[in-house]
């Protein structure tokens, strides 16, 4: 996994890349609602197991923290996005001009821990019974990610032209704020998902 962090790390800085890393604060839950026999999940790469946050979820929560947070570029849908907006992030019509990379732990190195959701009233949502306290609860196991360093790549699409370089730098900055304030993944409301950067 260390070969697999530093084969990522190579060809995120052939791009152009500019890096920063962050730790997970307490747990990680990315991708607990994608679709597994478990009933829960973790977002991890298909070759190596370790836990990842797609880059794609990366630009998501940049975007939408950039237009629901920062006063110059607020927006209620796509449609209303700003030139600046359009220009970093993409729209409809064109691609935008920062690539966000999927997110690995640094050097492959990862903590899992257990945790756990317990159901309550497993008749309330099954079968529309009252939610009273006769029914048994159903505790569901699912794996976190903690005590994890990630890295975090964003790239020019194109290294020669500067005001794109300038787009990184500027996304790179709000991703480390919505990463601390917003935090990602699944379970956010209950503390799950935020970062301190390193």
């Not at 849908?77 to 220009?87: A, K, L, S, V």
């Not at 020669?160 to 919505?178: F, G, H, P, T």
């Amino acid at each position: 996994t260390m070969h697999a962090y530093r084969r990522w790390h190579a060809m995120t800085v052939a791009a152009g890349a500019q890096h920063f890393h962050a730790t997970t604060d307490w747990h990680l839950a990315q991708g607990l609602s994608n679709e597994t026999v478990l009933e829960t999940n973790l977002t991890l790469h298909p070759l190596y197991g370790l836990p990842l946050i797609p880059g794609s979820a990366l630009k998501g929560l940049c975007r939408n923290y950039v237009t629901g947070e920062i006063s110059e570029h607020i927006s209620k849908n796509i449609d209303e996005d700003d030139e600046t907006i359009q220009r970093i992030f993409g729209s409809p019509e064109r691609s935008g001009t920062v690539i966000f990379f999927d997110a690995l732990p640094v050097e492959g190195k990862a903590t899992f821990a257990l945790d756990i959701i317990n159901v309550h009233y497993p008749d309330y949502y099954s079968k529309g019974k009252a939610p009273i306290n006769d029914q048994r609860p159903n505790p569901l196991l699912f794996l976190t990610v903690a005590d994890t360093t990630f890295a975090f790549a964003l790239a020019p699409c194109n290294l020669k032209r500067a005001e794109q370089r300038d787009d990184v730098i500027m996304a790179s900055r709000w991703l480390q704020e919505a990463l601390q304030e917003w935090g990602i993944g699944g379970k956010t409301s209950s503390g799950y998902g935020y970062f301190t950067l390193q």
